[in-house]
């Protein structure tokens, strides 16, 4: 039996098997959990002032008064508490609901954090190792080409890995991070991923489809976003045999009791979706087949913070092991050396990638680190967890598009909080 059968197999014995045995399983972990991640203790653990908060905080409501976005959520915290929880503005344009910690927001990118993490889980089970080829779970890997300058194309020398795929040095790209160039437009016309996730095929289709085009590099040599995230999530389901949102519950939502952190929103929770004032985004209340494992996840600022709770804390969480301090580590270390190019590296020559973390250094005049590590999503979030600092932040809003030049945005709070725990 070849792993995409296996799959099959698996995934219907998984849904047989989900409301009984699992489903009870999972609630009892949940529900021991279920007490508030957002312990509340003074700004001075973090050497932040009330003068410090007041300025943040204006500088927040600023972006609301000039209706670049409705609303927007400001929290600093660690293992003893959140020493800082700022909201301003509300939930929507047409919103007089204040936003608060159980608001849910659109995390799109933040999304791949989690899943890199659920990926190494496996790895620490034994179900998948980072050295396996890709092609080894959908054979549309195999046999891949590379894209030259010229659009010809010519036999890729490098195989695909999974580590290839945290690192994103897989040679996959995305249409919107390759405009003007033929293999963009070769993913725009052949990937049938809309921005807003409302695909009617699944993750593994769209990856079937992804592995039948050209790469923009050999696998190893060079770093470039795109859907290398989508695809692990495919591998994932492949290897485990059920569907990723079964996967994230078992491995990080359920231990960790992130029970509102979903691909999408039941009906009954609309009226605390967050939503931007410019742009539409996607209704996240549509069941869709497309689990991205890049973009596709929604939570709240309650759950978010207690999965950077978990990874401040070395991979723990209120007793339960997530993933081991050793696993972690691996996780943070640096990927782009010498050997890497860094030509669409967002950084430029300033920070790293890890294996699914953004890797800053938290002092500029650092360059080489210590580095914190955490990741973004384009509909303005973001989080950072800092263990040299030991804090974490999070910073929630929802902008799609607008005007350019707001006065605060995701980049200007984790400027803020700094100069202020510097200070």
Do not use: C
Not at 213 to 220: K, S, Y
Not at 230 to 257: N, S, T, Y
């Amino acid at each position: 039996m070849n792993k995409l059968t296996a799959y099959g197999v698996a995934l219907t014995w998984t849904v047989l098997a989900s409301a009984t045995h699992g489903a009870s399983e999972n609630a009892q972990q949940a529900g021991a959990l279920s007490g508030s991640s957002l312990q509340r203790i003074d700004a001075s653990h973090f050497n932040i002032d009330a003068q410090e908060i007041a300025e943040i905080r204006q500088g927040m409501q600023s972006a609301v008064d000039a209706d670049y976005i409705a609303g927007a959520l400001l929290l600093v915290g660690n293992s003893d508490g959140v020493g800082m929880l700022e909201t301003v503005g509300t939930q929507g344009p047409a919103d007089d609901q204040p936003v608060n910690e159980e608001t849910i927001f659109r995390i799109y990118s933040m999304t791949k954090p989690i899943v890199s993490l659920a990926a190494m889980s496996l790895i620490e089970d034994g179900v998948l190792s980072l050295d396996d080829p890709v092609g080894d779970y959908i054979p549309a890997f195999n046999n891949l080409q590379v894209m030259n300058e010229d659009g010809t194309t010519r036999p890729a020398q490098n195989e695909m890995r999974i580590e290839n795929l945290l690192t994103h040095q897989s040679g996959l790209v995305q249409s919107i991070f390759a405009l003007g160039t033929p293999l963009g437009t070769a993913y725009q016309e052949n990937v049938p991923v809309k921005a807003d996730l409302t695909s009617t095929a699944t993750a593994l289709e769209i990856a079937q489809r992804i592995g039948q085009l050209p790469l923009a590099f050999e696998p190893g040599t060079a770093w470039h976003y795109g859907h290398s995230t989508d695809v692990l999530g495919a591998v994932l389901e492949v290897a485990a045999g059920k569907p990723l949102d079964a996967i994230l519950a078992e491995h990080i939502f359920d231990p960790l009791g992130m029970d509102e952190t979903t691909f999408y929103v039941p009906e009954a929770k609309r009226e605390r979706i967050a939503q931007p004032i410019h742009g539409d985004m996607s209704d996240n209340t549509e069941v869709r087949d497309f689990l991205s494992a890049g973009a596709g996840l929604n939570s709240t600022t309650e759950d978010y913070a207690r999965f950077a709770q978990m990874l401040l804390n070395g991979g723990e969480y209120r007793g339960q092991r997530i993933i081991e301090e050793a696993t972690l580590e691996r996780m943070r270390k640096p990927e782009i050396d010498d050997n890497v190019s860094r030509e669409n590296f967002f950084y430029g020559s300033s920070g790293n990638w890890g294996q699914g973390f953004h890797l800053q250094p938290v002092d500029a005049s650092q360059p080489e680190g210590p580095y914190n590590f955490g990741w973004r999503g384009i509909g303005g979030t973001l989080f950072v967890v800092d263990p040299v600092n030991d804090f974490y932040l999070l910073y929630m809003e929802q902008r799609w598009g607008g005007p350019s030049g707001a006065p605060f945005d995701n980049n200007a709070a984790q400027r803020v909080v700094y100069e202020a725990i510097r200070d």
